[in-house]
């Protein structure tokens, strides 16, 4: 930088008319080099991104080798079948959701489902829960006047739907001793 500008950088004097065409004329190089350095930057950022994407996608791979190889598929049905067994609740038989065992054993995976659903002693305890009070009225299946819960047609669909739930999972049961709690 000129010694002539640079003494005007830290005051607020104003430039002379010549002085500012000169700056004008400076700032060309400048402005260029700043453009050409940002459109280094762009493309060793696209470089970079795309060196992103084929580790995510390496990643990926080496994730679904590592599965094929995992121990886990090598558990012969029996050992899996008692693995289940230990799944299910301790201290309580096991409720009707897909959030818990055995229902959520069967969405694992369709290895997983076939074990499962060939496994009758993990489908011998079952907790039956019943939806709401039928005279509780800030239930949703109560009602004001007390009628019966059994009137009420969202009541009955929910028993309906729970009954076949039930039929199914005693049914996977087989000739085991049952465990059933309401």
């Known amino acids: 930088m000129e010694p002539e500008i640079a003494a005007l950088v830290p005051t607020n004097e104003a430039p002379s008319e010549e002085l500012m065409t000169r700056v004008r004329?400076?700032?060309?190089?400048?402005?260029?080099?700043?453009?050409?350095?940002?459109?280094?930057?762009?493309?060793?950022?696209?470089?970079?991104?795309?060196?992103?994407?084929?580790?995510?996608?390496?990643?990926?791979?080496?994730?679904?080798?590592?599965?094929?190889?995992?121990?886990?598929?090598?558990?012969?049905?029996?050992?899996?079948?008692?693995?289940?067994?230990?799944?299910?609740?301790?201290?309580?038989?096991?409720?009707?959701?897909?959030?818990?065992?055995?229902?959520?054993?069967?969405?694992?995976?369709?290895?997983?489902?076939?074990?499962?659903?060939?496994?009758?002693?993990?489908?011998?305890?079952?907790?039956?829960?019943f939806p709401g009070n039928a005279f509780d009225t800030s239930s949703p299946f109560g009602s004001s006047d007390r009628k019966l819960a059994t009137e009420n047609p969202k009541y009955v669909e929910t028993m309906k739907r729970r009954c076949e739930v039930v039929e199914q999972w005693l049914l996977r049961s087989g000739d085991c001793p049952l465990s059933i709690s309401l």
Request: charge should be positive; include cysteine; charged fraction near 25%.
């Open 25 to 129: 004329g400076l700032l060309a190089k400048p402005l260029q080099e700043i453009d050409q350095v940002d459109k280094e930057i762009q493309r060793l950022e696209n470089n970079l991104n795309a060196i992103r994407d084929k580790r995510i996608k390496t990643q990926q791979l080496v994730h679904s080798y590592q599965a094929v190889l995992s121990p886990a598929r090598r558990l012969p049905h029996d050992i899996l079948r008692e693995i289940f067994l230990h799944c299910l609740p301790a201290n309580r038989n096991p409720i009707m959701s897909a959030s818990e065992a055995p229902m959520v054993l069967t969405r694992v995976c369709s290895s997983w489902r076939a074990v499962a659903l060939s496994s009758p002693r993990i489908w011998a305890r079952l907790h039956i829960p």
